[in-house]
């Protein structure tokens, strides 16, 4: 059975830092490309970041860019988001994402093209 489990979320301060962890189990996701999405109330989700199976390429929405990172360790099938300065507005439950190309390809901001997900966890931000 395949399984995206997040952690680290939590509450922190405007300005603080989390990093969340997202472990893969019942596949080798080792080729896969990986994403990061987040959905706030009452608004759909969108894209935060993705990286390809080997991790040389990255690709961040523009208002993370600069504070997040993405990064992966395929020994361990896990993907990671180091996430600094965050604000308010980074308020959602954010969730990962496993989709079968090696390479992010054209619509990596598009929910509808990864193949497996995670239950999400939440990330609360207060100012």
């Known amino acids: 059975q395949v399984q995206l489990v997040e952690s680290g979320g939590g509450l922190v301060q405007a300005g603080g830092s989390l990093r969340l962890s997202c472990a893969a189990s019942g596949r080798a996701f080792s080729s896969y490309s990986r994403g990061w999405f987040r959905q706030a109330p009452g608004k759909e989700r969108e894209f935060v970041a993705a990286?390809?199976?080997?991790?040389?390429?990255?690709y961040y929405t523009d208002s993370v860019k600069g504070r997040f990172t993405i990064s992966r360790d395929n020994a361990k099938n896990t993907v990671y988001l180091q996430m600094n300065l965050l604000k308010p507005e980074d308020t959602a439950v954010y969730y990962c994402a496993a989709r079968s190309t090696r390479y992010a390809g054209t619509y990596y901001t598009d929910p509808s093209v990864y193949d497996y997900w995670g239950q999400g966890t939440q990330v609360t931000v207060s100012s």
């Open positions: 990286i390809n199976w080997s991790g040389s390429s990255t």
